[in-house]
């Protein structure tokens, strides 16, 4: 009976102390209660690259504790990219002077959020889950070393000078994405809109979503969507790749019956 | 007076009184043909531009009956291209067919010296634009080659020496592309090969259109005022109111070269005697520019012939096109198997837009004299030239750009 009367006493004090701690461990204590709430989903779970593919639209929706704001990343798989320098030859051509390859960083990368994100998280937080709006966090864990057989690291200062080229190319062909509002909470509901722009690769996506609460994350969640090739883009595409000959047997006997066809037509229609 | 020369009198003054010159009457049996021939590139371009319209007033809620058949065209706006790996718009892409169609129509050449360019600056990666050219070449020019093959001209023992050289030169050049990649530069590499063929062809074109011109122009003044003076009564002066020669003995720079080859044979059907190494020698540089440019060559052929070597217009124009056909087959093979850049979406697009372009730009050059023609073609080959020489030397956007594994975008 006392040693009850002990644990009662301990388990009192223990929760006294939870309920006076400062914030983070406040915010520790809503994960808790919230773990079971905080949810993401994504619809089509695959987009389709056709014929008549001009770039893709992906649906992001969940459940999210009341209060928080919430935060996503959608990421291509990494890859490796090459970029040239331009520097000017004999005085006069602008020309690629200097090649790159840039390893691990993802051809698309999204940020997406209820809040501006600069208000929203802790700076720290930003920086350690790549959610900064700059993609300066994703891009200092690529790794830049020389073009060609022979590759060693570039220095640092070159590296930097890659990124920033490759980040601000990524920007202008839409495949580095920030929005900052458009991630909608209603309550305990959240969705958003994701469109993938034309140059969007192939592959599978990988999407993270967090429940944002006092600058600090308190839930996360993740899945995945497919980008691929279907019908006769995958078909042509696998063919030039993997059998050149009749690839090419193929478009030249398309060529000519075209060519030949258009002829006879309009050959036709001067008679 | 000669009875040839009072026949080239009256013709002058038929022409100076703005009557048509038609003593065998075929200009009438040209235009009922053509009427026809043009019946079907209307009607094509007709629905083209109507479709566009129709898309376009859709989409921009300009008419509300439209919709529908905006938001059908909407889904159909944009094509993927399978080996270049980009997405276009389907009407831009048909439309730079059609147009580039068009020009080659109304020039007489084939235009893919325009349509690498224009690839290149909607966003189609150089190496994948020229091949797919060449490729769509192949069908731009069959339908041309059956038609002078039937009105014998196509001189074959010329054709098949030409496409020797055009078969040695497309496989070199393939393989050169894959070294230019390979070194990086491979779209500023072709620009600058770019720069130095249009520009020379460009600029010798409007050398020979503005001087042939400018001597009609004194011709017509000089005929004039005889033909005053004449009226006066200065009869005289009649027996120089002459008409010029249908054809003036043509000038034929380097003949007195291609004449002293070794190798000379008799071109039954060109009508002239050559070394086999000069139409080699042709052949190899058109091949050669096949490959690096995406061109069929007839821009360099045709003036070759007829200027160096003294082949008829037609003859070198149905001789060109025969070996275009074949050289392209090989350049589109290679550069299939050795580089993997053919686009056979974007080529069959092409090839439709730019084959009904050519039909309409055939009737619209019709009121427009040779000279007149390649006064426009000159300036627009000069063009072209101006714009890759600013691309070149002007700074680009940005000092770090994109590249391919192979060197090229």
């Known amino acids: 009976m006392k040693a009850m009367r002990v644990a009662g006493i301990v388990l009192f004090l223990a929760m006294s102390t939870l309920a006076m701690a400062p914030t983070a461990q406040g915010d520790q204590a809503s994960v808790d209660t919230a773990t079971a709430a905080f949810s993401v989903s994504v619809a089509p779970s695959e987009v389709d690259i056709d014929v008549n593919y001009g770039g893709g639209q992906v649906r992001l929706s969940g459940t999210t504790p009341e209060g928080t704001q919430v935060a996503f990343k959608v990421s291509s798989p990494t890859t490796e990219t090459y970029l040239g320098k331009n520097g000017k030859v004999l005085g006069v051509l602008w020309m690629t002077t200097e090649r790159a390859k840039v390893e691990d960083v993802p051809e698309f990368f999204a940020v997406f959020s209820s809040e501006p994100l600069q208000e929203a998280l802790a700076p720290e937080e930003l920086t350690q889950r790549k959610l900064d709006p700059s993609f300066a966090p994703l891009l200092a864990s690529a790794k830049v070393v020389s073009a060609g057989e022979n590759a060693t690291p570039v220095p640092a200062s070159e590296a930097k000078t890659y990124l920033t080229g490759l980040r601000d190319a990524r920007i202008t062909e839409g495949l580095y994405l920030v929005d900052e509002k458009d991630v909608s909470v209603d309550g305990s509901k959240w969705s958003a809109s994701l469109s993938l722009p034309p140059a969007a690769p192939e592959g599978r996506y990988q999407v993270t979503a967090y429940a944002i609460a006092n600058q600090h994350i308190v839930e996360r969640a993740t899945t995945e969507f497919a980008v691929k090739r279907v019908g006769v883009v995958s078909l042509l595409g696998n063919m030039a790749r993997n059998n050149a000959m009749a690839y090419g047997a193929l478009a030249i006997t398309a060529s000519v019956v075209i060519g030949l066809g258009i002829g006879r037509v309009f050959s036709q229609g001067a008679h | ?409």
């Not at chain 2, 009607?43 to 566009?52: F, K, Q």
């Not at chain 2, 060109?320 to 198997?337: K, R």
């Open chain 2, 1 to 409: 007076m000669s009875s040839r020369q009072d026949k080239a009198a009256a013709e002058m003054n038929a022409k100076l009184s703005g009557a048509p010159l038609d003593p065998a009457g075929k200009a009438g049996v040209a235009q009922a043909r053509g009427i026809g021939r043009a019946t079907a590139g209307t009607i094509a371009t007709v629905a083209a531009i109507g479709l566009a319209v129709a898309w376009w007033l859709g989409a921009n809620g300009r008419l509300a009956g439209v919709e529908l058949l905006a938001s059908t065209l909407g889904s159909f706006s944009h094509i993927y291209l399978p080996v270049a790996g980009v997405s276009v718009n389907l009407f831009a892409l048909v439309g730079l067919g059609f147009g580039v169609g068009c020009l080659s129509g109304l020039f007489g050449v084939g235009g893919g010296f325009l349509m690498t360019p224009l690839l290149m600056m909607i966003g189609i990666p150089p190496a994948s634009a020229a091949a797919s050219d060449s490729c769509q070449i192949i069908g731009a020019s069959s339908s041309g080659v059956t038609a002078h093959m039937r009105m014998g001209n196509v001189d074959a023992k010329l054709g098949l020496t030409l496409l020797v050289g055009g078969i040695l030169g497309g496989t070199v050049g393939v393989r050169l592309v894959a070294v230019l990649r390979a070194i990086g530069n491979f779209d500023c590499w072709m620009k600058i090969i770019y720069i130095l063929v249009l520009g020379i062809v460009g600029a010798l074109m409007l050398r020979e259109s503005v001087t042939t011109l400018v001597k009609n122009w004194v011709y017509s003044i000089r005929q004039q005022t005889l033909l005053e003076l004449v009226n006066e009564g200065y009869d005289e002066l009649k027996v120089r109111l002459v008409a010029p020669a249908e054809e003036e003995v043509m000038h034929r720079p380097f003949a007195s070269f291609a004449d002293r080859l070794p190798f000379q044979t008799n071109f039954s059907k060109a009508g002239m005697r050559a070394s086999y190494l000069f139409p080699l020698g042709l052949g190899l540089l058109v091949g050669l520019l096949t490959a690096l440019m995406g061109v069929g060559g007839g821009f360099i052929m045709v003036p070759a012939m007829t200027y160096i070597l003294g082949v008829s217009t037609k003859v070198a124009i149905g001789t060109s096109l025969f070996q275009m056909v074949f050289t392209s087959i090989n350049v589109t093979y290679q550069q299939a198997l050795t580089n993997g850049t053919v686009d056979a979406v974007l080529a069959m697009v092409l090839l439709i837009g730019s084959a009904v372009g050519a039909q309409v730009g055939a009737k619209l050059g019709r009121p427009l004299k040779g000279h007149q023609l390649r006064i426009l073609l000159g300036l627009l080959v000069i063009a072209v030239t101006v714009k890759l020489i600013f691309e070149l030397v002007l700074p680009p956007g940005t000092m770090i750009s994109l590249t391919s594994a192979a060197g090229g975008h």
